[in-house]
């Protein structure tokens, strides 16, 4: 009996593979970097929570990984435009708010502006980026407009709120429209600040 115990022992053990984690894992961010995870089946990232903004803008590095290639069910859904990262002006994102948002549609992960002016939702397309290299991204504020920057692409949207600086909450990746993220997606972020 004994024996036959250090012989199972052995075969599950054997079985046993070892997981070599890189720099690009989902489990292991790259240097310098927080991941955001939106787990399966999930619209919100593990680390979203109410936290005050305040500034004139915010900027941020992000890498993207092979988790952003997804499928929708709904094949109209492919081009729902997920959200990045960004700011409410106030308490409702759906009022006033301005965040880069992304979806991988046409062969292509394609990054975009996305802001509501007095609940008027407004995006455009700002670039699309390949998976692996390190992105820089800002939002700015001017007094009717958001900037939002991708390397030295820019994109203007309408900002109705009259202030010299924002006063809202931060907003965290976050996966669709109508449907959930369909596998986990890890989103890379470093440097967030305004």
């Given at each position: ?14 079985g ?6 890189t ?156 449907e ?15």
């Amino acid at each position: 009996m004994k024996n036959l115990l250090i012989v199972l022992q052995l075969l599950l053990l054997a079985g046993c593979q070892k997981e070599t984690l890189t720099e690009s894992s989902p489990l292991i961010p790259p240097t310098g970097f927080i991941t955001y995870s939106i787990l399966k089946g999930s619209h919100f990232s593990d680390k979203s929570s109410i936290k005050v903004f305040t500034g004139t803008g915010l900027s941020f590095n992000v890498k993207f990984d092979s988790s952003a290639i997804y499928q929708t069910i709904d094949p109209a859904n492919q081009y729902d435009i997920n959200k990045l990262c960004g700011f409410t002006e106030g308490n409702n994102n759906h009022i006033n708010s301005a965040r880069i948002g992304w979806s991988w549609n046409d062969g292509a992960l394609r990054l975009y502006a996305y802001a509501y002016a007095d609940g008027t939702r407004n995006t455009a397309e700002i670039t699309s980026v390949a998976i692996g290299p390190v992105i820089h991204v800002s939002i700015g504020i001017t007094a009717t407009e958001y900037v939002f920057t991708i390397d030295d692409k820019k994109v203007f949207l309408p900002r109705t709120v009259k202030d010299t600086v924002v006063n809202g909450y931060w907003q965290y990746p976050y996966f669709g429209g109508d449907e959930v993220a369909p596998h986990h997606i890890y989103v890379h972020l470093k440097n967030l600040s305004n």
